[in-house]
């Protein structure tokens, strides 16, 4: 038989290999890749040097190219020059350019939004029984009667526990803290288990039911109140560290999981991509670190360790930088307590409260002793992350700083020591605070329209030499704001000397809060080589007039390029 001419040689199927191999990587390559624009450039970067554009560029799990369409598109035709010599039949659609995506003239890109401080868990197990925004201890003894009504096992079974989150005495008739004996009033709820959580978590209302679990409960707690009536007996009121007595059941992994999807699920409608879990206990860093090796976290966490302990606990949590399948893990930071909260009269302060000239609140740790611990944790190479409400606390807790970074040599860039809260300040260390520079204030936005209401009258500034930095805890929800129909002109009146500009307040939910967790390289902005995780919102936040940023509604939220909630 004559052989063919055109026999398959050595060469030419090496060739034909390499060329199939380019077709397969090019068709892969294309499919994560695209291309996001705006016509009217309504892509906000966060990046001072390049601040607005008509697109970005986005291959796989980054931002490869920002600009405008014309110069994205001339970089996405670097393969074309393959197509002179790889057959049609070959190629296919595989090197055409990257598809395109276009949001609406008037929707606006903004990088993925941070909540620098959150409880992650905590937040789904309030949405179980949400008790925010009732405005009489009646409201809340209604919602809870009608929770066990629509719960016919709980209604039929008085050993089970109810547990709810949120409420806020400050918005009831009189202002003062409720008591068991109005657990007791109605006869659907006589008799149960009942423990609610403050809005803030720094203080538990029970029922009698639980008072008669808890025998011989001490005089006094450290760092804590058990708060007593006139005859001395406990009213159902337990503040801060008083609360460990309280013998709830612990939460089983089911409950945790339940939890956490609730919470993520409401994060990613409300654009967020990274959440500072501010209080992560070992059960739920196993639980974290779980999800992460399935690859079940469809959004950025950071985690602040932390264990009920005055003795040094380091040791006992494991350090994970970029941890996980898709390396949105970290845990790097410690989180300590100071003192209490303003609303439960329990942040420290330096002189009495005005409304209540008995107490000057808590510190939930001696001066003492959060010296030794944060000594040590900085020394082990631990971001220190410190709770201080009160002028008091964070006196203490700038001392403490202070010491480390001027005289033990502390570099505050590499340690970025964290305040959580920063609430209230004495002017002198208000001061302080900004020439020691590096030290971070984590302030968050929700408590100025929460405290706001309260603020004058426990501090009474017009007689006391004292700041309140409230800024904008208690919600995920970045554009979130309280219900009623007063609160922006009162927050304008009020807080206007203090507000940001929306581009000050961009940056600080998303390149600030990278920063403080040590991101800042890989997210926070949309620029090159970074992370894509970016937010779609239906309307421009940055032009549109105050009354309608609260109507905002979420498109699309991305996270390493992918869509997780929404669609582009």
């Not at 697109?55 to 996405?76: H, P």
């Not at 950025?300 to 970029?322: C, D, F, K, T």
Request: hydrophobic share 40%; aromatic share 10%; net charge neutral.
């Amino acid at each position: 038989m004559k052989a063919s001419s055109s026999r398959f040689t050595p060469r030419r199927w090496i060739f034909s290999t390499f060329l199939s191999a380019v077709a397969l990587w090019a068709l892969k390559n294309r499919s994560s890749s695209y291309i996001l624009c705006s016509q009217t450039k309504n892509i906000y970067t966060v990046d001072e040097f390049n601040p607005k554009v008509e697109c970005i560029s986005v291959k796989g799990s980054r931002i490869v190219d920002v600009g405008d369409y014309a110069d994205i598109e001339q970089q996405s035709d670097s393969f074309n020059f393959i197509s002179k010599f790889v057959p049609s039949w070959m190629i296919a659609n595989a090197l055409t350019r990257p598809k395109v995506f276009e949001v609406s003239p008037g929707a606006v890109v903004v990088p993925g939004l941070a909540d620098a401080h959150a409880h992650v868990i905590e937040n789904g197990y309030m949405m179980q029984l949400p008790l925010m925004g009732f405005r009489s201890v009646q409201d809340v003894v209604d919602r809870i009667k009608a929770f066990i009504v629509s719960h016919p096992d709980v209604e039929n079974d008085k050993s089970r526990w109810i547990e709810g989150m949120g409420w806020d005495q400050t918005k009831w008739p009189g202002a003062g803290f409720p008591s068991a004996a109005d657990f007791d009033s109605d006869p659907l709820l006589k008799g149960r288990l009942i423990s609610l959580s403050r809005v803030d978590g720094h203080a538990r209302w029970v029922s009698f039911a639980v008072l008669d679990l808890m025998k011989d409960l001490p005089e006094k707690v450290d760092g804590g109140l058990v708060v007593r009536d006139k005859e001395g007996k406990p009213t159902g009121i337990f503040v801060d560290n008083a609360m460990g007595l309280i013998p709830t059941p612990p939460w089983g992994e089911a409950q945790i999981s339940d939890f956490f999807d609730l919470t993520i699920k409401q994060a990613l409608s409300y654009g967020l991509t990274s959440i500072h879990d501010a209080h992560t206990k070992l059960e739920h860093v196993k639980f974290f670190q779980k999800m992460a090796d399935a690859g079940k976290l469809p959004s950025r966490l950071y985690l602040m360790g932390n264990v009920a302990s005055e003795e040094y606990w380091g040791h006992q949590i494991p350090r994970l930088i970029n941890y996980g399948k898709h390396k949105r893990l970290n845990l790097r930071s410690v989180k300590l307590f100071a003192d209490g909260a303003l609303g439960s009269w329990g942040a420290a302060l330096l002189e009495p409260y005005s409304d209540k000239p008995e107490t000057s609140g808590l510190m939930l740790s001696s001066p003492e002793t959060l010296k030794r611990l944060v000594n040590q944790f900085w020394k082990d190479g631990w971001q220190t992350n410190v709770h201080c409400i009160g002028d008091r606390a964070n006196h203490v807790i700038l001392d403490i700083y202070e010491d480390i970074l001027e005289q033990r040599g502390g570099n505050v860039s590499e340690w970025r020591p964290r305040i959580e809260h920063a609430q209230i300040f004495a002017p002198k260390d208000l001061e302080r605070i900004g020439k020691l520079g590096g030290i971070i204030a984590s302030v968050q936005p929700t408590h100025a329209t929460s405290d706001m209401w309260y603020a004058e009258i426990r501090l009474a500034p017009t007689s006391r030499s004292k700041v309140s930095t409230l800024s904008w805890v208690s919600t995920p929800q970045p554009l979130a704001s309280p219900s009623d129909g007063d609160l922006a002109p009162r927050f304008r009146r009020v807080f206007a000397d203090q507000r940001l500009s929306r581009e000050q307040a961009l940056k600080g939910m998303t390149l600030d809060a990278a920063y403080a967790s040590f991101a800042e390289h890989d997210i926070g902005s949309l620029t090159p080589g970074k992370n894509a995780d970016f937010v779609v919102f239906d309307r421009n936040i940055m032009t549109v007039p105050f009354e309608e940023i609260l109507n905002t509604r979420v498109q699309a939220t991305v996270v390493d390029g992918q869509v997780v909630y929404g669609a582009l």
